[in-house]
């Protein structure tokens, strides 16, 4: 019949334009998809560098130069502190290791210049100790010993007089002893101890006050 016919010439054309509508609308789509992930992450891109600048004026060099806020930089803090003189029985070792804990931290403090004016004082006190960790189980004698040094120290303000740091540090340090004959080995061997361990305990208070200057606690 006539419209029979008409119906099936027109629904080869009907097809084509169904089979391109429906081509089409996927390509479009996966457009506009691919431009709204790109556009997700240029947000996400410029959310983080947004957050790094403002993170990064939180924090500055321990030991720069110029301070961020325009107060005193470490340094010019550190070398106004006063260093007490350390207390110990005259003529012994531990006399000699107090001398060598301050003067290690009058150098980090000052880097070998002139001290600030006095601001605060730096009172610590020490006490050694020597133990064996290997003995030769034929003579009974040590082939290791170690050697350590407890201290605790404070930092008084001197202004007001407020202690504003209190604090405990030790260091433990081995050595050897090549043969009970060789004593002159062994001194040497308990002097590089003694001197690693004092300069552990004037690095642990250093960072200690350093921590007090910069944060504040």
Not at 89 to 100: C, F, L, M, Q, S
Not at 107 to 120: L, R, S
Not at 166 to 185: C, L
Request: proline share 5%; charged share 20%.
């Amino acid at each position: 019949m006539w419209w029979h016919d008409k119906r099936t010439d027109r629904s080869p054309f009907f097809a084509r334009a169904g089979a391109e509508h429906r081509g089409v609308a996927p390509a479009s789509a996966a457009l506009a998809h691919g431009r709204v992930v790109a556009q997700a992450r240029i947000i996400r891109a410029a959310a983080a560098l947004a957050i790094a600048a403002l993170a990064g004026g939180c924090f500055q060099p321990l030991y720069g130069e110029q301070s961020p806020t325009g107060g005193p930089v470490l340094r010019d803090q550190l070398s106004a502190v006063d260093v007490i003189q350390i207390q110990a029985p005259k003529g012994t070792d531990e006399a000699r290791i107090a001398v060598e804990i301050r003067n290690a931290l009058l150098y980090d403090f000052t880097g070998g210049g002139y001290a600030a004016p006095p601001t605060h004082r730096l009172k610590i006190a020490m006490n050694s100790t020597r133990s064996a960790i290997i003995v030769d189980v034929h003579t009974s004698r040590p082939d290791v010993e170690n050697y350590g040094i407890n201290a605790t120290y404070s930092l008084t303000e001197i202004g007001t007089g407020n202690v504003v740091v209190t604090g405990q540090t030790f260091a433990r340090v081995s050595y050897d002893i090549p043969g009970q004959e060789q004593r002159f080995a062994r001194v040497r061997g308990l002097r590089d101890a003694e001197l690693r361990a004092a300069r552990v305990i004037a690095d642990n208070i250093r960072s200690r006050l350093a921590s007090y200057f910069i944060a504040g606690t």
